[in-house]
């Protein structure tokens, strides 16, 4: 699960007649577009859901840790050993860190990755009982959790509507047009305005689970999309629809 960084977007070919569609688009028909492509999402991906496999709060916490800059099946590679050497929060504290960055090595980062959970294992012993807080100033407060990750538990785990902005939220976002922004909180709150909180988490995941699909970073497959006539953006990928459904993936496709 990539992190959305403040950064440019990506550099994509316009398609202007499609474009053209949506030009003048008033408020209130963004809001009925947006409402309408979360509805056609949802028909589209009814499994939709968090990929990281978890049994707690405190492994979701520390398998989206894990999962910044490295796919969601490679952590759930790792985390099977991971969660039974450290079952709980004081296990994370006492841990030793070299014993630990050979346990998650393959996620990258390991080390800062290593030093944010026995950091975030400690905070929770010595603040909140040794258990994770369902709140999102008390999350955010935590070593190496922002509002991405404090989303992703919140909602996964308390069932508290949150919106995950990773770099698929971002990217498709921008491409429906419900957003111009590149920075992560702005996104979120842009968003947020545009569907009702109790549809954020289930967004997130339809959101992600297209972007990871079809409308990947470089080559969107527009034609075999299903919701291209509503897309601004339609265009900046293949969009013969025989070719373009070879562009599809699958889970078993995903990069390790």
């Not at 369902?134 to 538990?153: E, M, S």
């Not at 959101?207 to 409308?215: E, N, S, T, V, Y």
Request: charged fraction near 25%; hydrophobic fraction near 40%; charge should be positive.
């Amino acid at each position: 699960m990539g992190v959305a960084q403040k950064t440019s977007p990506e550099p994509l070919v316009k398609s202007p007649a499609k474009r053209s569609k949506f030009a003048g688009e008033t408020r209130l028909a963004r809001v009925r577009r947006a409402r309408r492509i979360n509805r056609e999402l949802a028909e589209l991906y009814p499994d939709a859901h968090c990929e990281l496999d978890f049994r707690s709060p405190l492994e979701l916490l520390v398998a989206t840790i894990l999962s910044a800059q490295c796919t969601d099946k490679r952590v759930n590679e790792v985390t099977p050993k991971l969660f039974a050497r450290y079952p709980s929060a004081e296990d994370y504290a006492a841990a030793n860190p070299e014993e630990m960055e050979e346990l998650i090595k393959s996620t990258g980062f390991f080390r800062a990755k290593t030093k944010s959970i026995i950091g975030l294992g400690n905070a929770l012993v010595a603040e909140h009982g040794g258990e994770v807080p369902g709140k999102l100033d008390q999350l955010v407060k935590l070593p190496g959790v922002g509002r991405k990750t404090a989303n992703v538990v919140l909602g996964n785990a308390f069932d508290v509507p949150g919106l995950t902005v990773d770099t698929h939220f971002a990217r498709l976002t921008r491409r429906f047009g419900w957003t111009t922004e590149t920075d992560p909180v702005k996104i979120e709150h842009e968003v947020a305005a545009l569907i009702p909180r109790k549809e954020w988490t289930m967004l997130s995941h339809r959101l992600i689970w297209h972007g990871r699909r079809a409308c990947h970073a470089r080559k969107p497959a527009c034609g075999a999309c299903a919701i291209a006539a509503l897309c601004p953006a339609y265009g900046e990928g293949e969009t013969d629809p025989t070719r373009a459904a070879k562009l599809l993936k699958s889970p078993s496709q995903m990069a390790p």
